[in-house]
């Protein structure tokens, strides 16, 4: 009977949910707490209780005394210990008052009245706040813990892991392929390095992002702050709660933050992952021409038909989840800012799918460095595709002919070698008919596909660690 219950329970875990909190809960299980319902109350109830408490500190207000430190530690407490019973207990409020917001406040209030140190503050719980006052701030909060708790970890283990394999194979000489087809000769590690560069540039733009919200009423002029006390700087005690919750005021607003600020960080997370697109089809490619193996799991099946299957699932999962990242974040950036006159609700359905853009990014996130951390590169697979295309190197020739000023070194190398197979011999033999200084020839002479390189090693390990 317990293992039937158990096996029921396990079933409407993961195979009765949708695919974020089902099939692929456990990459994303930590955003959970963050974006769910229950998420989206305590960010409320933050929002409301540092409200509640910067009215306590304000001189302005003598009909709310500050509160104790006990008081204050009491309210932490309601905050910290916050679970599913509590966003229950909330869910039977909004029932009666079919309110989301009323229904937080409520339960506050009753919270407070249970408490000596705290029942003389009831009245001024959601003082002179409309509903948005609280909800952008919940928001704003939910995309703040996401983004700093959440997605830049990951992000920074992901380019760690990148990191070390552009080092690991900085110096491994491998054919660069522009527009598909052979080309002048890099090395592993500093094509790696690339993305790594990228990656921490937009790591820098998502992390600077300013997270914006606002606390000024109905229409955005404190009117009702002003109506019941006009002597006390409204802008100023909001701008100190909302700094004290690490938000950014924005001064002027209609009812609702206009989310410029959460369009800018879809914005950045979008670019962010659109550069992991482009990792993740250059791994796949250089997995399918062979330059990159993967390392095997026992009991793994690639094929169900196929015994020798080892497919890159790593990285198409990882292609397929930032495309359904991205077209959520390009929706959230170009609806959340529109809003008609100075409110409508239809941003309100929008922004509780905030917590899937993220869902989907980190799940990409994950599935990119599993797939990291299974390649490893065939040395000789990659050097004997160098070796079977010496015409890389008359690149190299025809710029030294230009530089000793023999005329016409691009024409006469493009009927060499365009559209046919060039020996080395070939080139050799080119080289030695060519009125150049007899070092310099041999120095053309000695190069190779592998040694045509650059600074592509110098590049790969980037700048020193700090």
């Not at 409520?106 to 407070?112: A, D, E, P, Q």
């Not at 705290?118 to 919940?138: M, Q």
């Not at 006159?341 to 917590?355: C, E, I, P």
């Not at 010496?390 to 016409?408: D, F, I, P």
């Amino acid at each position: 009977m317990i293992a039937a219950r158990r096996r029921k329970d396990i079933c409407e875990r993961t195979l009765c949910t949708l695919p974020l909190d089902g099939r692929y809960a456990r990459d994303t299980r930590a955003l959970a707490p963050i974006f769910s319902e229950c998420g989206l109350m305590r960010a409320r109830l933050k929002a409301e209780i540092a409200w509640l408490v910067g009215l306590s500190d304000e001189p302005g207000v003598p009909e709310l005394a500050p509160f104790s430190l006990a008081a204050r530690e009491r309210l932490a407490a309601l905050l910290a210990n916050f679970d599913e019973s509590a966003g229950a207990a909330i869910k039977a409020i909004e029932a009666q008052t079919n309110h989301d917001v009323k229904a937080i406040e409520y339960y506050l209030r009753t919270f407070m009245n249970d408490h000596e140190d705290l029942r003389g503050g009831g009245e001024f719980v959601h003082f002179a706040l409309t509903s948005e006052d609280v909800n952008n701030v919940a928001y704003a909060l939910m995309a703040q813990a996401g983004r700093d708790t959440v997605l830049i970890p990951a992000l920074d283990a992901l380019i760690a892991g990148l990191d070390d394999l552009a080092r690991a194979t900085a110096t491994i000489p491998m054919l660069a392929r522009t527009h598909g087809q052979p080309a002048s000769p890099t090395t592993v590690g500093k094509e790696i390095r690339v993305f790594v560069t990228r990656l921490t540039r937009a790591r820098a733009g998502l992390r600077a992002v300013p997270l914006l919200a606002k606390m000024n009423g109905a229409v955005g002029n404190y009117n009702a702050h002003y109506a019941a006390y006009p002597e006390v700087d409204w802008p100023q005690v909001a701008s100190r709660v909302l700094a004290g919750l690490g938000l950014s005021q924005n001064p002027h607003t209609t009812q609702i933050e206009p989310h410029d600020g959460l369009a800018e960080l879809c914005h950045a997370m979008a670019r962010a992952n659109t550069i992991l697109i482009d990792l993740a089809r250059d791994l796949w490619g250089y997995i399918a021409l062979g330059y990159f193996r993967q390392k095997t799991r026992a009991g793994e099946v690639g094929s169900s038909t196929m015994p020798h299957k080892v497919n890159p699932i790593d990285f198409e999962n990882a292609e397929g989840n930032l495309g359904l990242a991205n077209a959520l974040l390009d929706h959230l950036a170009a609806k959340l800012p529109i809003s008609r006159f100075q409110r409508d609700l239809s941003d309100s359905t929008v922004l509780r799918n905030m917590g899937s853009a993220f869902g989907y990014t980190l799940l990409a996130y994950r599935a990119c460095a599993r797939g990291l951390a299974k390649l490893t590169v065939d040395e000789p697979r990659v050097r004997g595709d160098l070796d079977c295309h010496v015409e890389v190197l008359t690149e190299a020739v025809q710029t030294v002919m230009r530089r000793y000023g023999l005329a016409g070194g691009y024409e006469d190398l493009k009927d060499l070698s365009r559209g046919r197979t060039l020996t080395v011999e070939d080139l050799r033999a080119f080289i030695d008919g060519l009125a150049l200084p007899p070092e310099v020839r041999a120095a053309l002479r000695a190069l190779t596909p592998a040694t045509y390189v650059g600074n592509a090693p110098t590049q790969a390990h980037g700048e020193p660690r700090p």
